[in-house]
């Protein structure tokens, strides 16, 4: 398996420009209008600080106003999904708009496969919705091996991951940084 690597950053799955800058900032004042609240890990359990700290809000997939964001998301994430990885796929989870903004939000490292009882998270993305210059740290690491890769950070690129890698978002130093992240789940392996 080849990886294209580009200064350490890693774009083989990577769908570059799926959104417009105006679309990016369409999608960032949309998810500030939505109820902003801390980031926390699974089902509404308030984080501890050494795992995560940065803030969210959700996307709802049933409001209509979403639905041309939900369209580009799933039509990539299936043509990523079938030229590389042609994992079973049944559904995608609601999007989260995440903001780290504050000097040192961050997301420590973790791996998003859970099973509950319709499946398995298999596939994660994260959408870049902040122009690079804007902010320093904040990086999108993906854990293959002893050096991290450091996923696209080109305005509107969704990059396309397995769950089951082990990944995380460094420190922010200065600035904010938007984010639109997803989870693509599908039957539990076998």
């Given at each position: 398996m080849?990886?294209?690597?580009?200064n350490?950053?890693?774009?083989r799955?990577?769908?570059?420009?799926?959104?417009?800058?105006?679309?990016?900032?369409?999608?960032?004042?949309?998810?500030?209008?939505?109820?902003v609240?801390?980031?926390?890990?699974?089902?509404?359990?308030?984080?501890?600080?050494?795992v995560?700290?940065?803030?969210?809000?959700?996307?709802?997939?049933?409001d209509?106003?979403?639905?041309?964001i939900?369209?580009k998301?799933?039509?990539?994430?299936?043509?990523?999904n079938?030229?590389?990885?042609?994992?079973d796929?049944?559904?995608?989870?609601?999007?989260?708009?995440t903001?780290y903004?504050k000097?040192?939000?961050?997301?420590?490292?973790h791996?998003?496969?859970?099973?509950?009882?319709?499946?398995?998270?298999?596939?994660?993305?994260?959408?870049?919705?902040?122009?690079?210059?804007?902010?320093?740290?904040?990086?999108?690491?993906?854990?293959?091996?002893?050096?991290?890769i450091?996923v696209?950070?080109k305005?509107?690129?969704l990059?396309?991951?397995?769950?089951?890698?082990l990944?995380?978002?460094?420190?922010?130093?200065?600035?904010?940084?938007y984010?639109?992240?997803?989870?693509v789940h599908?039957?539990?392996?076998?």
């Amino acid at each position: 398996m080849a990886w294209f690597l580009h200064n350490n950053v890693h774009e083989r799955w990577a769908w570059m420009d799926l959104f417009t800058p105006d679309e990016c900032s369409e999608i960032i004042k949309m998810g500030l209008e939505d109820k902003v609240v801390s980031a926390y890990i699974g089902e509404g359990k308030e984080t501890k600080n050494s795992v995560r700290k940065g803030s969210v809000s959700w996307l709802d997939e049933k409001d209509e106003k979403y639905s041309w964001i939900y369209r580009k998301c799933t039509d990539a994430v299936n043509q990523l999904n079938y030229k590389y990885f042609r994992y079973d796929l049944t559904f995608l989870e609601t999007l989260q708009f995440t903001i780290y903004d504050k000097e040192k939000d961050f997301y420590g490292k973790h791996v998003d496969n859970m099973y509950r009882g319709y499946g398995c998270r298999k596939l994660s993305f994260s959408v870049q919705l902040s122009g690079e210059e804007t902010y320093e740290g904040g990086e999108l690491h993906l854990h293959f091996e002893n050096q991290p890769i450091i996923v696209n950070k080109k305005l509107g690129t969704l990059n396309l991951f397995s769950s089951m890698v082990l990944h995380e978002v460094t420190p922010m130093t200065s600035g904010t940084r938007y984010s639109l992240v997803g989870w693509v789940h599908g039957p539990n392996f076998k």
